[in-house]
């Protein structure tokens, strides 16, 4: 066999036993399994089964307590950000922005994919001034970030992460850089690993991002979710910013998924903090028992009665025959208006059907009370009944009788 037969031979055969050489390298964005083979102080080295190897942030593999989570030999999932066109090196993880000096470490910095720190010195005319490696660069307004700014003011002064998407050397060069693309990226990884979570009924954390007069949007990690108004608490709702505020976390439910049409738009999340909450009607028939006096709000006038609001998710209705009126009404907006604070007693309680009975008449309050105490009490021991006795008995009587 010839030397030449010899290295194929080697060659197919690591192939077979790495097929993911087979494959080529991972590109941008793909999720990858390996193995750690080193670790330094900045960097560890991953082998990823290819021909090249891949290099991560030593700090993506501590805690927040920056104790190392894994040794040499552990297998680890990551993503690929870039490659290091001068050693072949994939680059993994969240690889941060490095402190470029020169125009040199920018321009290789462009070539290679790499992100560069940058600091925003200006908001002008379409986009931001940034200072990079001490050469000014230029962002567009719609690459600074990935929703729309209204006001770029707030970002100068600010240091972020910023990819160079176009470079043009020379004695006045010209830098273009997008934050939008380092943005992008980390949510496409954070939505891939947030899918294998997905599924109706999964709990999730997420931030609100946006709200609107229909409900609310929320970030639950590198994909979007909405919470109609509806779902937003048991209580009434008549603008999510009563009870939510953008950059809050929250905590959701997963009610719906719609898988979209068109491949290139995303699904459609409906989400719910409802639906995590607890109910409460379960503790209703503790906090609102039968006779005691309540405070409510007045929600909803009907030619029936009123809907009072005992508490967020608890109504009650007050049958207009309850209103406490001294002459007879057509209609209990001739005593009441929406949003009146009142006093009212409660006459009944129905759990499985979610109803609460009132009475703004302290009397019937009273009577309902003690009608409900005698159903509650247990029935009176029956008097014993006279019997004829025994047959003992009925000889003794008799032998006294005779004598």
Avoid at 131 to 159: K, M
């Amino acid at each position: 066999m010839s030397d030449s037969q010899s290295f194929e031979d080697l060659l197919n055969q690591f192939d077979q036993t790495h097929p993911q050489s087979l494959k080529g390298d991972p590109t941008v964005g793909e999720k990858v399994k390996g193995t750690l083979i080193a670790m330094g102080e900045e960097y560890a080295f991953v082998d990823l089964g290819a021909k090249s190897e891949g290099r991560l942030e030593i700090a993506s593999l501590k805690d927040a307590e920056g104790q190392l989570k894994h040794a040499v030999g552990d297998e680890i999932e990551s993503h690929v950000t870039g490659k290091d066109e001068e050693s072949g090196m994939l680059l993994l993880g969240s690889q941060h922005g490095h402190k470029a000096h020169g125009l040199d470490e920018v321009e290789r910095a462009y070539r290679q994919g790499l992100p560069v720190q940058g600091q925003v010195t200006a908001a002008v005319k379409g986009g931001l001034d940034i200072q990079v490696a001490g050469i000014r660069a230029f962002c567009p307004a719609s690459q600074i970030d990935i929703r729309f700014i209204d006001d770029l003011s707030e970002f100068v002064g600010q240091r972020f992460d910023f990819r160079v998407t176009k470079f043009e050397g020379g004695r006045r060069p010209n830098l273009v850089v997008s934050r939008r693309a380092i943005l992008e990226e980390e949510q496409r990884i954070k939505a891939e690993e947030t899918r294998a979570l997905l599924k109706e009924g999964a709990v999730l954390t997420g931030t609100v991002t946006s709200l609107k007069d229909y409900g609310a949007f929320v970030d639950i990690g590198g994909l979007e979710g909405m919470i109609h108004i509806s779902e937003l608490a048991f209580g009434h709702v008549k603008h999510p910013k009563e009870i939510l505020q953008v950059g809050q976390t929250v905590e959701v439910g997963v009610l719906r998924i719609e898988q979209p049409s068109d491949a290139k738009k995303r699904e459609k999340i409906a989400l719910s903090i409802r639906a995590v909450s607890r109910d409460p009607w379960l503790d209703a028939i503790e906090a609102f028992p039968v006779g005691t006096r309540v405070q409510g709000r007045v929600m909803r006038l009907q030619p029936f009665g009123a809907f009072i609001e005992l508490a967020p998710g608890i109504d009650g209705l007050a049958h207009i025959s309850e209103l406490g009126a001294e002459k007879r009404i057509n209609h209990p907006s001739e005593i009441l208006k929406e949003g009146d604070l009142v006093e009212a007693s409660v006459l009944g309680i129905d759990l499985e059907r979610h109803r609460i009975s009132l009475s703004l008449d302290e009397q019937r309050a009273r009577e309902a009370a003690a009608t409900d105490a005698l159903k509650s009490a247990k029935p009176a021991a029956a008097a014993p009944e006279k019997t004829m006795g025994s047959f003992g008995e009925l000889l003794k009587e008799s032998l006294s009788k005779g004598r």
